[in-house]
Structure formats: structure tokens, C-alpha cells
């Protein structure tokens, strides 16, 4: 099972662009990364997910390097309401959606 | 609003007791998942049920148990609860249980035991 590092915690202001980066350097050939939102006392809400490159939604870009050993959510221009837990996973689809290892997250806290 | 519908939102019990936590999933959702999150503390996934069968255990108690209905609707029982079982319980669900399927995560149940 792939195993993910992100930080602890990180701080930014409204109006910034924000990059929280995951590490998974043992990452298999059929995996994805997918990205996750949790606010306080509420369950984690999908922000994205991708493969390689590069994948843009209507709220945020995840960056894939070629080698794919990590990868960056970008939040463009946050606003206070971006202040959440972010989860970083890593699987493929021939495993169980049980098997993902949901870690403590990267605390994101905008300030005005 | 996810789609994924949980009762009650907020239950408050003592020692020893037992109660049963509800959750209706998406409509067209097969894959229900039961999980406990304790303050500042990650997910910790508990069950999963597919289409009526259990599919995978995590680190459920044996005081606790679930099961899924025919019509898809899931409940989980906890018995003899401890105080250390005060958390929040999420159900979420998805279409099918492949790992890159979107969960779809209720809004919780906070459970407290005093």
C-alpha cells in the first residue's frame, strides 16, 4: 500500500494562491491520487483526483510530475472558507475503496 | 449536500448502553462504509457493505456490529459502549468499492458517552 506524507499544517491569506504537497515515493504503476476536503465536524467532500500531468476542476488543479513520487493541490486566489483538512490518497482501481489510508491531513487555515 | 443522509445527527447515551446508527446512501450507490473519527484524529475505517454483503472489516470492535438492507439503507450498532467510543461515525457511499470511486461522506453522527 502506497504511503503518503503531507505537512502537519500550513497558513496563507485570502487572495493567495495555496500548494499543498504530497509525498508518495512508493507509488505503483496503476495507482491513482485523489484528493479530499474535510471541514470541522463535517465528513471529507472529493476535490480531485488524477493520474499524471496535470487536472483542472472548477476548484482546484492537481500537478502529477512525471516520475510521480508527489503531487501539488493548488487552491487558486483561497478565501476563508478554504480553511479545512485536506487528505491525500493514493490507490488503483483493482483494490478496495476501503483499503485507502486516510492520514492526518494537511490543516489549512487562511487568514483574512 | 452529498446525497448521503445519516441519523441522528447527534446522540448522547452512557456507559453500557447500545445504540444504532442509520445511513441511506446516494440513490444508485451499492458500496456503503462505516467509519470513526475521533477528535483530531484521521478516519478509521470500520466496515464496508456492497449491494446487501459485507465486503471488508477494518478495525471494527466486536461490540460493534452493522448490516446492510435490501433496500441499501445501512445501520451500525454499537453495544456496551465506553466512554472512549465518543466520536463522530461517518457513513459514506459509493458506486461501486473499486479504490478510485468518489466516497460520498454523510454528515456524521456525534456520538458522546458520558
Known amino acids: 500500500l502506497a504511503k503518503t506524507t503531507q505537512p502537519i499544517s500550513m497558513d496563507s491569506y485570502e487572495g493567495q494562491e495555496v500548494n499543498i504537497t504530497c509525498s508518495h515515493n512508493?507509488?505503483?504503476?496503476?495507482?491513482?491520487i485523489t484528493w479530499y476536503q474535510q471541514f470541522p465536524s463535517q465528513g471529507p467532500r472529493f476535490i480531485i483526483q488524477g493520474y499524471k500531468t496535470k487536472v483542472t476542476n472548477e476548484v482546484a488543479s492537481l500537478f502529477i510530475p512525471a516520475d510521480r513520487k508527489s503531487s501539488t493541490l493548488s487552491l487558486p486566489r483561497v478565501s476563508l472558507s478554504d480553511t479545512a483538512v485536506y487528505y491525500c490518497?493514493?490507490?488503483?482501481?483493482?483494490?478496495?475503496?476501503?483499503?485507502?489510508?486516510w492520514g492526518a491531513g494537511t490543516k489549512l487555515i487562511i487568514k483574512p | 449536500d452529498s446525497g448521503v443522509t445519516q441519523t441522528p445527527k447527534h446522540l448522547i447515551t452512557a456507559t453500557g448502553q447500545r445504540v444504532t446508527l442509520r445511513c441511506s446512501p446516494r440513490?444508485?450507490?451499492?458500496?456503503v462504509y462505516w467509519y470513526q473519527q475521533s477528535l483530531d484524529q484521521g478516519l478509521q475505517f470500520l466496515i464496508q457493505?456492497?449491494?446487501?454483503?459485507?465486503?471488508a472489516k477494518g478495525n471494527i470492535l466486536e461490540r460493534f456490529s452493522a448490516q446492510q438492507f435490501p433496500d441499501l439503507h445501512s445501520e451500525l450498532n454499537l453495544s456496551s459502549l465506553e466512554l472512549g467510543d465518543s466520536a463522530l461515525y461517518f457513513c459514506?457511499?459509493?458506486?461501486?468499492?473499486?479504490?478510485?470511486?468518489?466516497?460520498?461522506f454523510g454528515p456524521g453522527t456525534r456520538l458522546t458517552v458520558l
Open positions: 459514506a457511499s459509493s458506486v461501486e468499492s473499486r479504490r478510485t470511486d468518489t466516497q460520498y
Open positions: 512508493n507509488i505503483a504503476t496503476n495507482d491513482y
Open positions: 457493505y456492497y449491494n446487501g454483503e459485507e465486503r
Open positions: 440513490s444508485g450507490d451499492l458500496s
Open positions: 490518497l493514493v490507490g488503483r482501481p483493482d483494490e478496495s475503496n476501503y483499503q485507502l489510508i
